[in-house]
């Protein structure tokens, strides 16, 4: 498997738009998780993640003034006993009820689709990391079939984790007046052992003018417990 270097893809990229990175350290004893959010108009700028017990939330900040925050605010971030969900839209809350009722990852994602903002028709991007006895993860897409968002394409990628290795999903391909959809697979990348030389590599690797705010996560696989970390651009209220 061919790895990338996360930090230069992003250098290079300046609208990912929203993105997901979920994998394994090199020691092979923790599960990196990350996830951040981006924005061109003033409205999607006037955001911060927010930590919410083990979860994670969107808050809207004073000046940010948008008539329809449902695209815009949710949760991301949510976890359960042996499970983290995390995405970039209200379908955490449709996984996390879906796993509780015992229907699975893949059987939520079926009864979503991609966001009603044409003509970009950005993607839902969703992540699952599971801990019960082995780690795994999964990553999905559910991006337009045509042009005119007629129809639904689902993705969804499976992987058994190697260390010192992830794989990173963005909502865009690149920037543009049509934003154009992730393609491909999930990218695999490079991973450190060391939480903040990824953390804020990462942090400083995404674009200076478009970035928002980023969570990242590394989980003790063997303990369950965690350390974890919230970059915003602009500061929460408080």
Known sequence: MEQRNLFDLLQNNTYPGRGIVLGLTPDGKKA???????????????RAFVKKGNDLGIHMLDGGKIADTSLILYTPLKTLDEITVVTNGDQTDTICDALKEGRTFEDALLTRTFEPDPPHFTPRIS????????????????????????????????????????????T??????VLPSFSG??????????????????????????????????????????????????????
């Open 127 to 170: 992540g699952m990391q599971r801990f019960d006895g082995t780690y795994f993860y999964k990553l999905s897409i559910l991006k337009a079939g045509d042009a005119e968002g007629k129809t639904t394409q689902r993705q969804t990628f499976d992987y058994e984790p190697l260390a010192g290795a992830g794989h990173f999903i963005s």
């Open 172 to 177: 865009y391909q690149t920037d543009g007046a």
């Open 185 to 238: 697979e999930p990218v695999a990348v490079f991973l450190p052992n060391d939480f903040y030389a990824f953390a804020d590599g990462l942090w400083n690797a995404l674009n200076q003018e478009n970035k928002v705010s980023l969570y990242v996560r590394y989980t003790d696989i063997d303990s369950g417990t965690y350390e974890d970390q919230i970059y915003n651009q602009y500061a929460a209220e408080e």
């Open 32 to 46: 990196a998780l990350a996830y951040f959010i981006m924005g061109r108009s003033a409205g999607s700028r006037s």
